[in-house]
């Protein structure tokens, strides 16, 4: 922008009252500046301008002597008839600019100047413009004579070689450009036009450019074919009585022709060339209406004829006596209005119901408005004006039958959320409401909202009967009131009502007063806004997002006290925020974030934390996503880290352990792929510059992730084909899912990505190659690759076509996987790798092995053959066991034979060893006395000496034990003290010493000293008398006794 220079001190202005009365007056004065007195004519307009941008030239208007820098411009105008005096603040002529506007007017008959004037030898030193402004009637055309100098037409870009050039446009050609010295010397154009001439620097011009004459036009008519829709009448009114213009139809093609003019299919012939100045069209259709339904609905569509015309659509709606109809307004919806307002899109809507009292207008609606339907009885009219030009938008009313209503009409109204002023009026205002009459509005109240009724402006009649009267009905609280229209109305109240307005038989002489009202319905939330100050300085480069999920919620956002339905947070800026009604689930709330590495010196060196932002509390909704744009300078690579274990790629079907999804797109928007924390990818590399969009997994909002979940750290690099390097530390714990950028869909042509795969030692991994899709190249190769780190030849290579379904490769080390891809054709390459890790198989640790085992089972075999035959070696003894009932069994039965098989009395689950040797006891004098031990005969074991070959049961007679003949042998003693044998006395330190009072019997025997060695054996099954017992050899029996 140019600066103004206040001019120097020494510019003082001369005193008006010495300037000389000339229209134009050049004074150089002693300094740089220069000034200009303008006196325009009467119709003359003159501007002064400095068109030159870089010029530091200002125009300043002089006022009492001064020239403050209020008057400075690059442009003033002075208008007709004004005196002015002009000062700039430069010297140079050059550097501005003089158009003067003169108007020519004509009648049928003269012009007026008839000669074009112009300034002779003024305005020499300034580059300037004549224009004039050329207008007659519409039935005449013009004559421009420039027999002078004569006219030749030139091209839009072509020069006049004298620097005078003439541009002349009219309503039939705009901007036709000619130059003087040529052939032309008469031009005929329209009533209309405007002559511009262009003079040179320095360069003088005559008196007289051009003259002007006025003339009728040629009797030139206007056809018009018509063919109307079905059902649809087209009337031609006159609305400029003055003009001669007729309009006639080929029924009537001999003037006078009638008007209005209606037609129905036919051919309209018009005597002047512009007839859409003088007639007006109506295009009127008639919808009737039955007991339930009605022919059509009201529908706006653009006739392929009168387009030019101003004209009006009708629609004449009738419907049964006993029946009302009603039309309902497609969205937005509709506004009243009260004339003579007029629509800002020039669209106006009229209704009108028809009574035998007379016409009455309900209403005039522009479009965008709280109105949604109006009911009226029996008949009406809705009328649409449009002005010539302009065409007419599709649109429908839905026409429907309803039950009869017992008012005037029924205007329903849906009043919008948040705070609003709805103004409403009453039929025919502002002249009189019809006598007698009742009119009604349905006004629905949002919830939590209050409302107001305003009287803006109303008349009362004077009236012979009845009173008029306001009534109110609030159908959901079951009230109704009826006021006067001076009475306070209803003020700061909840919920949806209906108003009446009922007019009295009223005085109808001529200057009587009449029945109208225009008031108001004010809207007002019923909850308070809760206020939240955000403060993004502190948070660098974060922009934050929040937007309506719903435009129809009650909720309203202010951003600096304006509603908005989106609010953006620009970064740096402090802003004051409201809410109003706002769920958190009715609001998104997103950031965006910008990192940059543009230059090296300012790139972070360690790298940048990526971790969720803290906002205000205040805010009603949670974070949803944030994005993290990286911009980085050419040849530069991006790499992310977790700074907690690794990343895992997130498939399809796939859960992410830490709730949190890392989406990765490319600088042009395209898609990489998505991770989140806890996998086996250790490292993404990037080249070039990406976003990355942190989103929550479920529906708490990111408000909980407090840690930050990537580090991003640019680096310099090299151009390299491999867009994307990734690395990976694959565990044993579970297969690593590797899948091509933007898979499913494919990787984009002419990219390459790699996975380094880092093996531990000792492992070995199994690599499952599985190709979703491959490409048909138009340029280039498709190839997959897999090498060992280090290593010149591949484990696998595979070009165009020749990748298999399923491809299977076993690396014993680190390597690498190389996916290419060409130009395609058509097709996309795309391709998930599959890489489980186990521990290496040793062969030569294996034969080791299973030798040694081999061993260790024939040395196994040769000890248990030794032990075998060592035991076999062993001395053989039997042992008998003594059994008073007369049995003697051959050892090594396991199984005692019964004496009774119905009484299992006799068995023992262990025998004492004083029922058994109590009459081996020899009973001392102590013993006599005390009577301590009272032990009864019982039968003893004695050693076997019967044959060991032959009969296995031994008859013989047992004699009878010496005990109580009351008491059977196995009942217990009298005494509480279980008769026992004693223990000797002096004990023998030896194993071989043997108890005198023990029969001879290897199986009694002591085996500690002085210990008595009681064993107790179990009572089996008595064996059927007279079988067999099969012999058993000492060993078994020792184990028996053990």
Known sequence: MTKWRRPAARCALPSPRFLPRLLLLLLPLISECLQLNVNAGADTTVIV????????????????????????????????????????????????????????????????????????????????????????????????????????????????????????????????????????????????ATVSLQVPYGKELDSAVFSVVTKPSPKKGRVINITPETNATIILRKEDQSSSCTACSSKNSKPPCPSPLILKGTTVEFSCPQPQAVFSVEINKNIDCSATSCQGNIVQSEPTFFSEFNRSFTWDIKAVATKGFQVDFPDPGMRQISPPETCPDQYTYTLTVYQRSGPAVIGVFCWGGPIRKVKMLYRGRLTLQVPGLRAVDPSVFNISIG??????????????????????????????????????????????????????????????????????????????????????????????????????????????????????????????????????????????????????????????????????????????????????????????????????????????????????????????????????QDNTIVELLAPTGGLQQLLDGQECPSNLSLAIMEGGGVYFGSFC??????????????????????????????????????????????????????????????????????????????WVVLLPPQQQAELLLTSKSQPRCAAGSSSVVVQALGSSKPMLRRGEGELAQVERVTASESFYVNVSNCMPKQG??????????????????????????????????????VCVVTRKKKGKKRVSIYNPNGNVFVPGISQFPKTRENNESHVYASIDETLIYGHLLKKTEQDKDQDTFRSPQTDVYRTFTGPMEGESIIREKTPEPEVDGSRSLLEPVPTMVIGRPRTPIERQESYSY????????ELYTFKSNGDLGVRFLTLKEKEPEGEQQPQQEDDEFDDLSE
């Not at 008031?519 to 997002?545: A, H, I, M, N």
């Not at 953006?568 to 800026?573: K, N």
């Not at 060196?605 to 909704?621: E, H, N, R």
């Not at 043997?994 to 019997?1001: C, H, L, Q, S």
């Open 994 to 1001: 043997t108890d005198p009072r023990m029969v001879d019997n």
């Open 828 to 865: 996309a390459l795309s391709m998930l790798t599959k890489i489980t890790v186990q521990r290496k198989s040793n062969p030569l640790l294996s034969i080791i092995l299973g030798a040694v085992g081999a061993l260790l089972l024939l040395l196994f075999a040769v000890l248990v053959v």
């Open 49 to 192: 301008s400095t068109p030159l941008a870089e010029s530091p030239c200002m125009v300043c208007l002089v006022q009492d002597g001064v020239a403050p820098e209020a008057n400075c411009s690059l442009s003033l105008t002075v208008k007709p008839g004004e005196n002015a005096t002009l000062l700039f603040n430069c010297s140079e002529p050059r550097a501005i600019a003089v158009e003067i506007h003169k108007k020519v007017e004509c009648t049928a008959a003269t012009c007026s100047p008839a000669i074009a004037p112009t300034l002779t030898s003024l305005f020499k030193d300034f580059n300037k413009t004549f224009i004039w402004d050329l207008s007659s009637l519409p039935e005449t055309t013009l004559g421009l004579d420039f027999s002078g100098a004569g006219l030749r037409g030139v091209g839009p870009s072509e020069t006049c070689a004298d620097g005078y050039r003439y541009m002349i446009s009219s309503t039939q050609a705009r901007g036709e450009a000619y130059c003087r010295q040529g052939p032309l010397t008469y031009l005929d154009l329209p009533s209309q």
């Open 403 to 632: 039950p009869s209503i017992k008012t005037l009409a029924g205007v329903f109204v849906e009043l919008p959320n948040g705070q609003s002023t709805t103004d409403l009026f009453s039929p025919n205002y502002p002249y009189g409401f019809p006598d007698d009459d009742l009119m009604a509005w349905n006004i629905s109240v949002p919830p939590r909202h209050n409302y107001t009724v305003k009287f803006v402006k109303y008349t009362e009649p004077q009236c012979l009967k009845k009173n008029t009267e306001v009534e109110y009905d609030w159908r959901l609280q079951r009230s109704a009131v009826a006021m006067s229209l001076s009475d306070p109305q209803p003020s700061q109240r909840q919920g949806s009502f209906q108003m009446f307005l009922r007019n009295c038989e009223t005085d109808r002489s001529k200057d009587a007063p009449v029945l109208s009202l225009n008031f108001q319905v004010l809207v007002t939330r019923s909850s308070l806004p809760v206020l939240c100050p955000v403060d993004l300085p502190k948070e660098e480069g974060l922009t934050l997002f929040i937007k309506k999920q719903d435009p129809t919620s009650l909720c309203e956002m202010k951003m600096d006290s304006v509603i908005q339905e989106e609010i953006t947070l620009r970064p740096g800026v402090k802003s004051s925020l409201s809410f109003q009604d706002c769920r958190s689930d009715e609001l998104m709330l997103t950031g965006s974030k910008t990192i940059e590495c543009l230059q090296w010196d300012k790139c972070p060196v360690d790298g940048t934390l990526l971790s969720i932002p803290t906002l205000a509390s205040c805010l009603p909704t949670v974070l949803r996503n944030i994005t993290w744009n990286l911009w980085s």
């Open 677 to 754: 924390s806890g996998g086996p990818l250790s490292k993404v590399q990037v080249h070039g510059n990406i976003s990355i969009t942190a989103t929550p997994m479920g529906t708490l909002g990111l408000s909980w992730t407090k840690e930050p979940f990537l580090n991003v750290t640019f680096n310099k690099g090299k151009k390299s084909a491999e867009a994307y390097v990734l690395t990976v530390f694959p565990g044993t714990d579970s297969p690593a899912l590797l899948a091509t950028p933007s898979w499913p869909q494919g990787m984009l042509p002419n990219s390459t990505v790699s």
